[in-house]
Nanobody, 115 residues
Framework: QVQLVESGGGLVQSGGSLRLSCAAS????????MGWYRQAPGKPRDLVAQ???????YYKDSVKGRFTISGDNAKNTVYLQMNSLKPEDTAVYYC?????????WGQGAQVTVSS
């Protein structure tokens, strides 16, 4: 059983920063890929950032240069550092992990950016 627990969401002013954490049950090296998705009201869930077991990363164009995904295997945790936040970044952020082709999701963390 894989469990992912997000933390670190909240309310921040435009231009501010937040760091999301995703604590996994067990080593994150088990996962082929881990990532962060977000879903704003009335919109589909979108991939924001992703990191592979080899350390390769992917970022959605609109967050490049502002967001950084990283992993700490000693803590079984993946992070999403979000800087220069904009109101359009407001969404529920979900941690995702792929293990043997099966997808696992966290419960979501609300991020609200005020203008």
């Amino acid at each position: 059983q894989v469990q992912l627990v997000e933390s670190g969401g909240g309310l921040v002013q435009s231009g501010g920063s937040l760091r999301l954490s995703c604590a996994a049950s067990g080593s994150i090296f088990r996962f082929n890929v881990m990532g962060w998705y977000r879903q704003a009201p009335g919109k589909p869930r979108d991939l924001v950032a992703q990191i592979t077991i080899g350390g390769s990363t992917y970022y959605k164009d609109s967050v490049k240069g502002r967001f950084t995904i990283s992993g700490d295997n000693a803590k079984n945790t993946v992070y999403l550092q979000m800087n220069s936040l904009k109101p359009e970044d407001t969404a529920v952020y979900y941690c995702n992990a792929n293990l043997g082709g099966k997808e696992y999701w966290g419960q979501g963390a609300q991020v609200t950016v005020s203008s």
